[in-house]
């Protein structure tokens, strides 16, 4: 066989007995989510490992348990999963680094999640912070009736369309109900993206107007859309991730800022890991049900655990010295943006929740403060800081020799 086929499908037989036993003794054994961080972050070191340059076949996205090396990144996107405060995931690196498909392969780990069954997206929780008003009379009615306003289901991945223009993001008049002559907006991508995972592969090219509303969004957690004499306001609660390609441009650094963890993601260097991880990408082409279903009791408890590590997240206590010290690390990195700590902070939670522990230690914060807190550092803020403290400087130095301080020990007043 000279060249695998291509094409997506899901079923058929695979190309050799041998690869499927290569993948088989290079799988990673993992049994519990606590031993994949583990593994993960080298505490373990794993039995074998394998990933990375899967093709095109993603139907079945192709296991999480199943990529090789990667361990910045899949602790990260492990992190983000588990806590939602985090503000998400930017990962940022050349192609070919396997970004897409460690993203996507996350399908299969997300949470079962409380969904509204009112188009408005009523919940209980709004009754009981803003009273019965706040939802809306038909959700009114069915909460004094004792019926559900929600039902459980699986978190989605919606991913944003290379070329998305501000109308299929944030949503506009509804085409079809035109016709009618009925006024109506149609929802847009961020709607859709409500409690799941907004996906965005190349995010340095995407317009300014498109990422300004999705960063707005996922500040605020709602939107409001308004077109002609209609307007609508949608909650946008999602958890972001990004990748980009530097090579292809930068990302401003107000938009930067805005993403939770960063990645820096390269090319697997041990030869031992490429080996690995091309038998990996050519079992998992030739028959990726095959593959997947190497995967699927592990994936499965994993998943169960991710939903069980994120109804602990807020039980888990930050102690006095450990927030100190992540204070006193982020000045002396000078980093001003607020987001900085919120970060660090909430990813130490989850890496704390995820190790089974109610509270974070000082070596968390060491294991997730390079993920937190690199790339926060503008140069220009920098410059322009050093530039005012000489201008600063020279204007003191002025004022010593025209005008003496009358109080030579310290300011008057
Ligand atoms: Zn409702």
């Known amino acids: ?155 989605h991945l919606v991913e944003l369309p290379l070329n998305s223009r501000l109308e299929d993001v944030i949503g506009g008049l509804d085409e079809r109900a035109a016709l009618n002559n009925q006024i109506r907006i149609k929802r847009g991508l961020l709607a859709q993206a409500n409690q799941n995972i907004l996906y965005i592969d190349e995010v340095n090219l995407l317009s300014g107007e498109v990422i300004d509303a999705i960063l707005d969004a996922s500040a605020m957690g709602y939107y409001s859309v308004r077109r002609g004499p209609v307007s609508a306001t949608y909650q946008a609660r999602f958890t972001l991730i990004g990748s980009m390609n530097p090579e292809e441009g930068n990302l401003r ?91 660090l902070f909430e990813a130490a939670r989850a890496y704390a929740a995820i190790d089974g522990r109610m509270a974070v230690k000082l070596a968390d914060l060491r294991i997730v403060a390079p993920l937190a807190l690199r790339l926060r550092r503008s140069e220009f803020m920098e410059k322009y800081e050093a530039d005012q403290a000489q201008k600063e400087e020279t204007l003191n130095k002025a004022l010593d020799e025209i005008i003496p301080n009358e109080f030579p020990g310290g300011s008057p007043g």
């Open 253 to 343: 650094p107000q938009i930067m800022d805005r993403f939770g963890l960063r990645v820096l993601v390269q090319g697997l260097v041990n030869p031992e890991e490429r080996i690995a991880a091309y038998q990996a990408a050519q079992a998992y082409t030739s028959n990726p049900r095959k593959f997947v279903q190497q995967y699927a009791d592990e994936t499965q408890r994993m998943c169960t655990e991710i939903q069980e590590v994120r109804k602990q997240i807020w039980n888990i206590q930050l102690s006095d010295d450990v927030l100190r010290a992540g204070i006193r690390l982020i000045q002396h990195l000078k980093i001003e943006s607020l987001r900085a700590e919120i970060t």
């Open 1 to 155: 066989m000279s060249n695998p086929e291509k094409t997506p499908h899901v079923s058929g037989e695979p190309s050799s007995d041998r690869d499927l036993q290569n993948v088989e003794s290079a799988k990673t054994k993992v049994g519990s989510l606590k031993e994949l961080i583990d593994v993960v972050t080298g505490r373990l070191p794993p039995e074998n490992q394998i990933e990375e340059e899967y093709g095109s076949a993603e139907f079945l996205p192709f296991p999480f348990l199943g990529l090789v090396g990667q361990t910045e990144m899949k602790l990260a996107l492990l992190l983000a999963l588990v806590n939602p405060a985090i503000g998400g995931v930017l990962l940022i690196g050349p192609r070919g680094t396997g970004k897409t498909t460690a993203i996507r392969s996350l399908l299969d780990l997300l949470p079962q999640i409380e969904r509204s069954n009112c188009f408005y997206g009523c919940m209980p929780e709004d009754i009981e912070i803003g009273g019965i008003d706040a939802v809306c009379p038909d959700c009114a009615r069915k909460y004094a009736e004792g019926e559900p306003l929600t039902h459980t289901e699986k978190a």
